[in-house]
């Protein structure tokens, strides 16, 4: 969900006049800046900083580079105030980075496509109270990692339908994105996923339906879980995912989980007190006995039953628990206590998995680009993925956050943009690197004001030039539905020696000389040569 207080900076480009080489540092002061405080410290290199206290403040480098190609940008900073999230833009491309401390230090903020000759790159706030000392610009060492992405989900007893859509993802990945759109009004769609306000607007708007639609389990759990009106929207929102998986979709639910103690109906940090570490030990094993661990199993218990019900109709789904959770904004990343909140997401999964017997999941770890220590696990999530909300119409591929998660997980996971506001340019996802196994731009149905609209926040043009895409998978493209999409084993065909292998045609006869294009059988399943 879109976090209602972060500050979206308009990229307004003032160009300084510096010229720098690379590892040379341009000081803050030196920038063409707006709305911030100049400030001077011995601490400070040059003896001055600039402190960034409001929402509209913006400094500007310009930066001369005598050849184009991906350079590294590192930040001096003084987080004084605690840590916060800067945003940073290159050239019109988009990046985050954090003052992960408080007091002087400097963070590497990302690796970017520079052109030869003038850049500008441009810092603005997600939070305010920080203060920018310098930025140095230094060359990019090439990375060593390479995807090494497992053909098959974590989950060693997933559900035929969860394979299927595992493969898919799999297959596609680093070649198409699937397009998304979250859903907020369920009341008039009556089960039918192309009536839902947001994928209808997204089909308006584009002449094409997404092919993933989110789902929320908002009002799944906590003190209103059983009034009638939370009890329709949970069951409309089963009743469209099935719906959108006949139709050969791809339905992904997030959790907004209301307080489980009951004290509140809320799920923010500042509207509740839970804290993950009153239901543990002071060894940091869980309390078993303790009221408050009683309920996180008991909501735990009713998610898994709803996947039950999907898993029972033969649907598979993508499942994103505890979001945003280093952002520290919900309870469950309360006090950024990273370690507590790995424990509570392990704890959903074996409860889903191995005590309720949920099989139908494909499970996304919802990252930060910093947020190494919030990892709960390899065994534990197939996919990685970013919430980035970009400016209205700003379409960048937002390749640097994609290079940090493929960083963050060493090269094995699957990387999606898991919410989104304006989508990504499909050309620049390519060119870029950073092809997303998927998008989801924020629902428009529930938007109170004009900026609530995330829809509206691409324009009509480019989401018709993105969904015409044939890089872009769209519902139409999966009109076959999952019945019969084809395993993997694509590629691994065309080097086999039939002779030693029983690879048949769809008659039913074996081959004897190497498969040219087309469907085949091998033990048992279709493959496809192409």
């Known amino acids: ?43 400070y290199s040059g003896g001055k900083a600039l402190a960034m206290k409001e929402s509209n403040g913006k400094i500007s480098f310009n930066y001369t580079a005598a050849e184009g190609g991906k350079l590294t940008v590192y930040v001096g900073y003084d987080g004084q105030w605690g840590d916060k999230t800067v945003n940073i833009t290159v050239n019109g491309s988009t990046g985050t980075f954090q003052t992960p401390v408080a007091g002087v230090g400097e963070i590497e903020a990302g690796a970017f496509i520079m052109n030869e000759g003038e850049n500008t790159i441009e810092i603005t706030p997600s939070w305010t109270w920080y203060l920018i000392d310098y930025i140095r610009i230094a060359s ?39 397009s998304g759109i979250m859903t907020g009004d369920l009341g008039n769609a009556n089960g039918d996923v192309t009536l839902q306000s947001d994928v209808k607007t997204v089909y308006e708007v584009s002449g094409k339906y997404p092919a993933l639609v989110g789902f929320d389990f908002l009002f799944a759990t906590g003190r209103t879980e059983d009034e009638g009106w939370c009890k329709e929207y949970t069951n409309n929102s ?20 209301h307080d489980p103690s009951r004290a509140t109906d809320d799920f923010y940090s500042d509207k509740n007190t839970v804290k993950i570490a009153d239901a543990l030990n002071a060894d940091g094993s869980w309390n078993t006995e ?29 499942f994103r628990p505890l979001h945003e959770a280093s952002g520290g904004w919900f309870w469950w990343g309360r006090d950024k206590d990273a370690a507590a909140c790995v424990k509570l997401y392990q704890l959903v999964f074996d409860e889903m998995v191995s ?40 379409y960048s ?19 999606a943009l898991s919410e989104n506001g304006p989508i990504p340019d499909i050309d620049k996802e390519v060119e870029e690197e950073a092809v997303w196994s998927w998008w989801m731009p924020w629902y428009q149905s529930w938007g109170q004001k004009e900026e609530d609209m995330f829809i509206n926040k691409t324009s009509a043009e480019e989401w018709t030039k993105c969904m015409g895409d044939e890089r872009v998978i769209t519902l139409e ?36 000389t190497a498969p040219a294009k087309g469907l085949y059988i091998k033990d048992g399943k279709k493959f496809v040569v192409k």
């Open 477 to 512: 493209d999966l009109s076959e539905g999952w019945g019969t999409y084809i395993e993997t084993g694509i590629q691994s065909l065309k080097a086999v020696e039939p002779a030693s292998q029983s690879i048949y045609d769809l008659q039913g006869r074996r081959l004897t």
């Open 1 to 43: 969900m879109k976090r209602f207080l972060f500050f979206l900076a308009v990229s307004v480009f003032g160009l300084g006049s510096a010229l720098a080489q690379d590892g040379t540092k341009l000081e803050a002061e030196d920038a063409i800046y707006e709305n911030c405080e100049l400030v001077e410290g011995d601490q």
């Open 397 to 415: 591929s937002n390749y640097s956050t994609f290079d940090k998660l493929k960083s963050l997980t060493g090269g094995k996971k699957i990387i």
């Open 355 to 394: 005590v309720k017997g949920v099989h139908n999941v494909i499970w996304v770890w919802n990252a930060g680009e910093n947020d190494a220590d919030w990892n709960p696990g390899d065994a534990y999530y197939d996919i990685v993925s970013a919430d980035i909300y970009n400016a209205e119409f700003d």
């Open 140 to 178: 990019a060492a090439e990375s060593s990692i390479a995807f090494d992405i497992a053909a098959s989900p974590v989950d060693a007893n997933a559900s035929e339908a969860a394979k299927k859509v595992y493969t898919f993802l799999y297959d596609n990945f680093g070649k198409k994105t699937i």
């Open 290 to 318: 303790s009221e408050l661990y009683q309920y996180l199993v008991k909501d735990i218990h009713t998610i898994a039953d709803y996947f039950l019900q999907l898993q029972e109709a033969g649907v598979a789904c993508l």
């Open 238 to 257: 089963l009743a469209l995912a099935k719906d959108l998986y006949r139709r050969g979709g791809l339905p992904a639910f997030t959790w907004h989980w």
